[in-house]
């Protein structure tokens, strides 16, 4: 199911490079609007959206949008909760609780994003081959000065299963490989306190995390904590638009496919692949499908 997705988004990355779709304008009242969910990295997304789409402020559209994060924002569309959801990619859980509900799943990828690892700013480490990570996370690699760092032992920092970013980490960084077991003080509930942790200095710089380029670069940024090159090349939106960097990922809209051709939710995802649509998404600071 992950290939499949991938190969959907590498489709429609191609397909939106050539061809861009333009939409009517469309309105909304906030009470006819659909029931939307999603990921706590998609809050600014979905507020800029519906501040158009309804032609108000985002001061006036905010106290609306209610993100129930990545994994109950799923089991909502799943269970008719929701209508539509702004989330990164589905983990095997949800994916298997959307079979046995037997709801089928249309999956569209609208902003491209990056997979990023984080350090405190003065760990001497710049770049860590993609290897390099997935070997501290199964806990060959233990120290940094195995990687050219400092003679200090590892914090290798994660979150909880079908957080949004544990299910990135695992697909797109493990693969077949599965982390080594962490103490629990190592798995932290909020995306804020793995960053706040890696900030964190203790007398060394000892820890790694994980996240999403925008969370660290517009929702949380902490100037005690630096994203680290992968394979030598630099997260940035320029490298996340031609997909050089290493970890390319998306955030999507996801809905049930039973939805009309003409159904709001359509009209919705519709709009934000649109040039507008798409403009309005690098205002809001995500990265452009180019």
Not at 11 to 37: H, N, R, W
Not at 51 to 66: C, D, F, G, N, S
Not at 199 to 207: E, G, L, S
């Amino acid at each position: 199911m992950k290939k499949i997705i991938c190969v959907i988004l590498a489709l429609m990355l191609g397909a939106c490079s050539t061809k861009q779709v333009i939409v009517k304008p469309l309105y909304f009242t906030l009470e006819t609007l659909p029931i939307m969910d999603g990921s706590t990295v998609t809050i600014p997304l979905d507020e800029a959206l519906v501040a158009t789409l309804t032609e108000k402020t985002i001061e006036e559209v905010r106290p609306y949008i209610l993100h129930s994060k990545t994994h109950q924002a799923y089991m909502n569309l799943i269970e008719g909760k929701a209508q539509l959801i702004f989330v990164t990619s589905p983990s095997e859980e949800e994916i298997q609780a959307a079979k046995t509900a037997k709801v089928d799943l249309e999956i569209i990828p609208i902003t491209a994003e990056a997979f990023v690892f984080l350090v405190n700013k003065d760990n001497p480490i710049e770049s860590l081959t993609l290897e390099q990570v997935r070997k501290i996370y199964t806990g060959e690699i233990s120290n940094w000065k195995e990687v050219g760092g400092d003679d200090v032992s590892i914090r290798a920092l994660q979150r909880p299963v079908n957080s949004g970013s544990q299910t990135g980490f695992l697909d797109l960084v493990m693969g077949d490989l599965s982390p080594m077991e962490a103490p629990q003080s190592w798995i932290l509930d909020y995306m804020e306190g793995l960053i706040a942790s890696v900030a964190q200095y203790d007398n060394a710089p000892d820890a790694i995390g994980y996240s999403f380029y925008y969370y660290v670069t517009d929702m949380e940024y902490n100037p005690n904590v630096k994203i680290i090159k992968i394979n030598g090349i630099e997260a940035n939106s320029a490298n996340v638009t031609k997909a050089s960097y290493p970890i390319c990922t998306a955030y999507y809209a996801v809905f049930r496919k039973t939805e009309t051709v003409d159904s709001p939710v359509r009209k919705i995802v519709d709009y934000i692949l649109s040039e507008q649509g798409q403009q309005l998404m690098e205002n809001a600071g995500y990265v452009k499908i180019k």
